[in-house]
Structure formats: structure tokens, C-alpha cells
């Protein structure tokens, strides 16, 4: 976990002068900040089942948007159950809420593929 941390305190907005994440790639930098979640909480729901809930998906950014598909696809196979909710408005695109039926669909292609 102590890879892990020099991302994890970046997002706390605490400098580790021991990396500085400024100079490193962008997507790089996104890539290993998911990691470290995604690690984090994987490593958690080992110790107890965790709830993680994200609310007013409505109003997602670009970022959370991409830590939630990252996310979806590894809690599966966790004690994690991921809770989202959304208010759907006129004119609202569904684009924006598909993680919500990505979350199902791969749950439910796991299951067919169990059974089968």
C-alpha cells in the first residue's frame, strides 16, 4: 500500500516531496490514482464488507465518471456493493448514466456465464 500513497495524499491536496506527481504524465498520474483507490477499497472489503455510495450522479464530472467505470469492474468480485443515484431531468442524455446499467449488465454476464 505505501506505492500507493504519494496518490492517494494528492488527492487530500498533501505534497509528498518524495514524488512529485506535477511533472508525471497526466494520464499516468489519473491511472495510478484509480489504481489506488480501487486498491484501497479492495483491500478494505477483505477486512469487512464495504458500502460505497456516490450520490448526484446528475452532476458527475469527467473524472468521477471514469473512477466509477474503473471501479464497477472490479467489485464484483469484492464485498462491495456500490450504490449510485441519479435524478433523470428532461433533455438529460443517458450517456451520462451508464454506469448504472454497466454495473448490471456485467453482473448479469457473470452470472450467464456461471450458470452456462
Not at 9 to 35: A, K, V, Y
Not at 44 to 69: A, C, R, Y
Not at 90 to 115: E, L
Request: charged content about 30%; glycine content about 4%.
Amino acid at each position: 500500500m505505501e506505492d500507493t500513497l504519494p496518490y492517494l495524499f494528492s488527492l487530500l491536496g498533501i505534497d509528498d516531496p518524495s514524488l512529485s506527481l506535477q511533472q508525471m504524465d497526466p494520464q499516468i498520474r489519473r491511472r495510478r490514482t484509480f489504481e489506488a483507490l480501487k486498491k484501497l477499497f479492495l483491500r478494505e472489503s477483505l477486512n469487512q464488507p464495504l458500502i460505497l455510495v456516490f450520490e448526484d450522479l446528475h452532476w458527475i464530472d469527467g473524472e468521477t465518471q471514469g473512477f466509477l467505470d474503473a471501479l464497477s469492474e472490479s467489485v464484483v468480485s469484492a464485498k462491495i456493493l456500490l450504490l449510485v443515484n441519479y435524478r433523470r431531468s428532461i433533455g438529460m442524455s443517458g450517456d451520462k448514466n451508464h454506469i448504472t446499467h454497466n454495473c448490471a449488465w456485467r453482473r448479469s454476464a457473470r452470472r450467464r456465464r456461471r450458470v452456462s
